[in-house]
């Protein structure tokens, strides 16, 4: 497997060198090129604009490449940061979108893993170097020369003259094989697109902190993110508890599989539950006080962060010294991991509760998304933008 993805890389810098040998522009760029493939997307040119039709183009098959139809894609609260550029990385015009399924319409001549017609899926990542210690992990999301991002990333492969990446919010994509992954035939396929995302984020710290029955898990904030890890929380065997600002989500916080509701705002409840966590998940998309959480840990335990990719409000040492606690961080994981994932779903008949939408309503999703109304992650049915 190394060796194919060192001869498939080797393959793809020969070509590029070719490229940018014989033309000042890859070629694949030049507007003269006929192969070049014209795809409808919805996106944003700026970050206060709404985001509205528009052309994109995707490049010609690589040997390596998959080319494929977007049937769903799921709407992630890190497209609603990325196109507002709360990151400060926005290259604009942004189609964002990596909670994708759809089908193989064609596929490169040096592809063995898929066929035309396969049930396939892509997530936030359409590349990385595959050479590095990451990578030669399976933890192509640190990849130490830098993974590409399904949008608002660079193709490694173009060189600096290369467009960047669009995402899912569109009718097709290209991506290269060794990103692209097997969809169970047995799980709702639209209900599927969020593990892409949503799952994987979740699902790989859960693992990574060997959650098992006899732990006691929280999960803070029920939205994408949250609703995933109580489920993979409570199919690990964990008692899992959801923490939540919102009252009004506890029923269903029980049915999705959390043992018990804390009420982050009640300091009463806090105190309550305060040293009893193995382990909590904190999904929260903003800058917050995580203090509290901190209190409610066991000793030895940890929090892993995984919703705010911004400065933080002041933490108090005394609540990781008193206790030997951590907090810790984690991103998405890596391809095989996500495939491990979407298997393990199969098994246990686990898919995200969704809310279908067509494209033309993205920027009312936006809205409920940022006011944490959602239930709990909306899906793009990409039909109606194709006919
Ligand atoms: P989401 O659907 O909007 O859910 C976030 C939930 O957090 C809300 O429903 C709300 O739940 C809670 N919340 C919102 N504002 C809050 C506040 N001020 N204080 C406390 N709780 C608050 O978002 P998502 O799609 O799950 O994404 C969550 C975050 O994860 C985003 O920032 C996203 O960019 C990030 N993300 C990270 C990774 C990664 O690899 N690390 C991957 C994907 C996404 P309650 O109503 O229950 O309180
Ligand atoms: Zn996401």
Not at 73 to 96: E, L
Not at 145 to 151: K, L, S, V
């Amino acid at each position: 497997m190394v060796i194919r993805h060192y001869k498939t890389l080797m393959k793809q810098e020969f070509n590029a060198a070719l490229t940018r040998k014989f033309f000042s522009k890859p070629y694949f760029w030049s507007s003269k090129d006929k192969k070049m493939i014209a795809v409808k997307a919805y996106g944003a040119d700026d970050k206060d604009a709404a985001l509205k039709e528009m052309t994109v183009k995707r490049r010609d098959l690589r040997d390596s490449d998959v080319h494929i139809d977007i049937l769903y894609c799921g709407v992630c609260h890190s497209d609603i940061h990325a196109k507002n550029n709360d990151w400060g990385n926005a290259k604009y015009p942004i189609v964002p979108g990596h909670e994708i399924i759809g089908k193989v319409l064609e596929k490169g001549s040096g592809v063995t893993n898929f066929n035309v017609g396969d049930l396939v899926g892509v997530g936030c990542m359409v590349d990385s170097c595959q050479t590095c210690n990451a990578c030669k992990d399976d933890l192509e999301q640190f990849c130490e020369n830098g993974m590409t991002g399904t949008y608002n990333g660079k193709d490694r492969i173009g060189g600096a003259d290369s467009a960047h990446t669009f995402g899912g919010y569109s009718t097709s994509i290209v991506v290269r094989e060794e990103f692209v992954l097997t969809i169970p035939e047995n799980l709702d396929t639209k209900a599927v697109a969020p593990l892409l995302c949503a799952g994987i984020t979740t699902y790989s710290p859960l693992k990574h902190w060997n959650i098992k029955k006899g732990d006691k898990v929280g999960v803070v904030g029920l939205g994408g993110l949250g609703h995933m890890g109580i489920k993979f929380a409570h199919a690990m065997g964990a008692e899992t508890v959801m923490i939540t600002t919102s009252p009004d989500k506890a029923k269903d916080a029980k049915r999705l599989g959390a043992d018990g509701v804390l009420i982050s705002t009640n300091d009463g409840e806090i105190k309550q539950h305060t040293g009893s966590f193995d382990f909590i998940l904190n999904t929260v998309p903003v800058s917050h006080d995580i203090n509290p959480y901190l209190t409610l840990l066991k000793r030895d335990a940890t929090m892993c962060m995984v919703g705010a990719i911004e400065p933080l409000k002041p933490m108090h040492g005394g609540n990781l010294i008193l206790g030997r606690k951590s907090v810790a961080g984690s991103l998405i994981g890596g391809i095989k991991e996500t495939q491990e994932m979407l298997d393990f779903c199969a098994e246990h008949d686990i898919v995200s509760d969704v809310e279908m939408i067509n494209l033309d309503g993205i920027n009312a999703a936006f809205d409920r998304v940022q006011n944490s109304d959602v239930k709990y992650r909306f899906v793009i049915d990409m039909q109606s933008f194709k006919s």
